[in-house]
């Protein structure tokens, strides 16, 4: 755990990856995770969340991922922010069908898990977009 928090403040130093602990207002529980990533060579960012498995369907990872893009867009000035899901997963694709990303392309060679590639579909919001849907 020691080794994990090292890292990921060193992440953070070199404004490699932002890392957040998500836990209710109230009593302080874990709630779950968040994470921002650069994409390389551009002013892009991509996201993902993670909830405790006890605490899904509440709306918190729609909460989390909502202050994801306002991180991004508003402290990092991102003119765009990516986020992407196992095709099977129709829980991630429902948060970020609520969150307004609206263009979609299936990625082949997703991720790696157990030795075979993982289909995902990565959607993208712009900077104008998600001002529009600010307002
Ligand atoms: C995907 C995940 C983040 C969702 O978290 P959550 O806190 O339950 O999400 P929310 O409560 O904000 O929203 C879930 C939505 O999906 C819907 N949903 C849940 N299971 C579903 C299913 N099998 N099919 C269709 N919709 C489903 C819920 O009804 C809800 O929509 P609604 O508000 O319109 O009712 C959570 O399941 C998780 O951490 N999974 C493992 C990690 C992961 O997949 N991360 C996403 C990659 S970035």
Request: charged residues 25%; neutral net charge.
């Amino acid at each position: 755990m020691a080794e994990w928090t090292a890292k990921t403040i060193e992440l953070w130093t070199e404004e490699n990856q932002y890392t957040f602990t998500a836990r209710t207002t109230e009593s302080g529980v874990f709630v779950g995770r968040l994470v921002v990533r650069p994409v390389e060579g551009s002013n892009a960012y991509r996201i993902g969340f993670w909830i405790h498995p006890t605490l899904w369907n509440k709306g918190y990872a729609t909460e989390l991922a909502r202050c994801a893009l306002s991180f991004a867009f508003g402290e990092l000035k991102a003119e765009t922010v990516a986020v992407a899901h196992a095709v099977w997963n129709k829980a991630s694709a429902r948060v970020i069908e609520k969150l307004g990303f609206e263009s979609c392309r299936e990625i082949a060679q997703g991720f790696m898990k157990r030795g075979q590639w993982v289909p995902e579909l990565e959607y993208k919001m712009t900077r104008a977009e998600w001002r529009r849907d600010e307002t």
